[in-house]
């Protein structure tokens, strides 16, 4: 699967040629020389970097220089950030002079800069317009075929912005595949073909697995689709990884909504074909560290089917039993999500993990807690894991928002007739599922609900409306950040 307009190539240069188009990050009010503006040019650009008004733009006919200066007075993360929406702000204009090439270069700035720059702009450029026939006002050439990157980045990370932005321009295009064209089976064979690009593993169990397994949350919800449901694993395992146990990562992959019977009403069911954007990051994730030979064995679990009301469809009232024999009460077929996610984390148990980590679209209420701005986080797992997703999070500027995660809040899916209900009243919604989750997990959990940060309405800047691919870049780097710190950690 692959976006219709290629994404921009990039490569590292030791000279800027004269004729080069360039970005320079500076974090001074002054130009360097190798620039070689003219004086009439270098007499504009420190005028306008005095007045602080943003970037200046030269356009000497031969090529267009770019001046971006760093903002003043910021933390460093928000520093960071502020540099990724400035190449956003600047897509348009660097689309519309048509060039090439680009070169991204920094002066007096901060090491990540060059990298910063060009994540922003990569992922402000995505589209997806795969089923577009009449394309309207856009040249062949609509943004640089190749950045080059000049200066203070060394060959490692150039790789890692490489696969990095690679996982996400991937994820985005399964998140805004309808499901017409990408049910659960073809999902499962999407990421196998991944695995094969990068060199993961991947298993698909068929729904005759399925059924032997007794995946009885899985069943329940596929229940009502003329599609079977699919199981796919995903494995990591370098030669010398760092950890003994594997972390295991769980993604949605619910890849069409309607609630089911408890049907979605108004505009509610617009978009759902991103309901498995969870899966989308979680195989964006394992392709990140797998290009990248990061030294941590991680497997992936990708429960997915669609949730639909046909056929024999599962009822409100229903009791289940899942893959660890636990009954649940349905009390309603739209919160199905959590259904199939807790036989994924059940089934983790096989690897004795070090810890799981699910990843989902899963409630309304977490958007509606926490907006588009932080990924909604709950968990019961040692605060060094947590600490470091935080700053990673932080790093990648996809913030967590930490709820409690008390044991009353697990009083409040008691069910009368089974061990438990799917779901509670409607007060701490997003709380209620996290501890549904937690209920099948019998290692540390870390629940991550992204309903508010995945699919957005409008582009929050560098993050795509419809298809953000929310939590893998944080993920991706919370898993390099510990393989690099692992016996510091521990």
């Given at each position: ?35 070689k ?27 267009c220089?770019?001046?971006v ?18 190449a956003?702000?600047l ?13 991204v ?15 922003g ?19 062949c ?7 080059l990157?000049?200066g203070?980045i ?8 490489r ?15 309808p ?37 009885g ?8 689709s ?29 890849v ?49 089917t669609?949730?639909?009301p ?12 899942m ?29 004795t ?115 953000s691919?929310s939590?893998l ?18």
């Amino acid at each position: 699967m692959s976006n219709p307009y290629m994404k921009p190539e990039i490569s590292k240069i030791s000279h800027i040629s004269a004729d080069h188009s360039v970005v320079c990050v500076t974090g001074d009010e002054k130009l360097p020389v190798w620039l070689k503006l003219n004086k009439e040019e270098s007499e504009y650009a420190m005028r306008r970097l005095k007045e602080k008004k943003g970037y200046v733009f030269i356009n000497s006919f031969k090529r267009c220089i770019y001046i971006v200066r760093l903002k003043e007075g910021i933390s460093h993360h928000k520093l960071r950030e502020e540099l990724r929406r400035e190449a956003y702000n600047l897509r348009k204009l660097i689309k519309e002079n048509n060039h090439s090439e680009i070169v991204v270069t920094s002066y007096l700035a901060y090491r990540d800069a060059i990298a910063d720059f060009t994540e922003g702009l990569l992922l402000g450029i995505y589209s997806f317009e795969k089923y577009k026939t009449i394309k309207e006002d856009v040249p062949c050439n609509n943004y640089p075929a190749r950045i080059l990157l000049h200066g203070e980045i060394d060959d490692s990370e150039v790789n890692w912005l490489r696969n990095l932005t690679d996982a996400v321009y991937f994820a985005r295009d399964l998140i805004s595949e309808p499901v017409n064209h990408l049910n659960a089976t073809m999902l499962a064979e999407e990421i196998k073909k991944l695995g094969d690009i990068a060199g993961f593993r991947v298993e698909v169990l068929t729904k005759g697995k399925i059924e032997a397994l007794k995946m009885g949350g899985l069943l329940a919800v596929n229940k009502g689709s003329i599609d079977p449901p699919v199981f796919s694993i995903l494995e990591w395992k370098p030669e010398k990884h760092v950890n003994k146990k594997p972390v295991v990562l769980v993604g949605k992959g619910i890849v069409y909504d309607t609630g089911g019977l408890n049907i979605k009403t108004g505009d509610y069911m617009a978009g759902m074909n991103g309901d498995m954007a969870g899966a989308a990051a979680v195989a964006g994730v394992m392709y990140t560290i797998s290009k990248g030979s990061i030294p941590i064995h991680v497997i992936g679990l990708v429960p997915s089917t669609d949730n639909r009301p046909g056929g024999n469809a599962y009822t409100q009232g229903d009791i289940i039993t899942m893959y660890n024999n636990m009954t649940v009460e349905i009390g309603n077929t739209d919160a199905e999500g959590r259904l199939i996610l807790a036989d994924a984390i059940s089934y983790a148990s096989k690897y004795t993990p070090e810890i799981i980590i699910d990843i989902a679209t899963l409630t309304g209420s977490a958007a509606m807690t926490f907006g588009n701005q932080a990924i909604a986080l709950m968990t019961n797992a040692d605060r060094k894991y947590i600490n470091l997703l935080i700053e990673c999070g932080n790093d990648v500027y996809e913030r967590l928002g930490e709820l409690p995660f008390w044991d009353e809040y697990g009083e409040l899916i008691k069910s009368e007739v089974a061990d438990m209900n799917n779901v509670g009243g409607r007060e701490a919604g997003a709380i209620i599922a996290g501890k549904f989750l937690e209920k099948f997990a019998e290692y540390p959990l870390i629940h991550l609900d992204i309903a508010g940060t995945s699919m957005l309405k409008k582009d929050d800047f560098y993050r795509t409306k419809n298809s953000s691919a929310s939590g893998l870049r944080l993920l991706a780097t919370f898993l390099r950040k510990l393989a690099e710190n692992y016996n510091h950690l521990k």
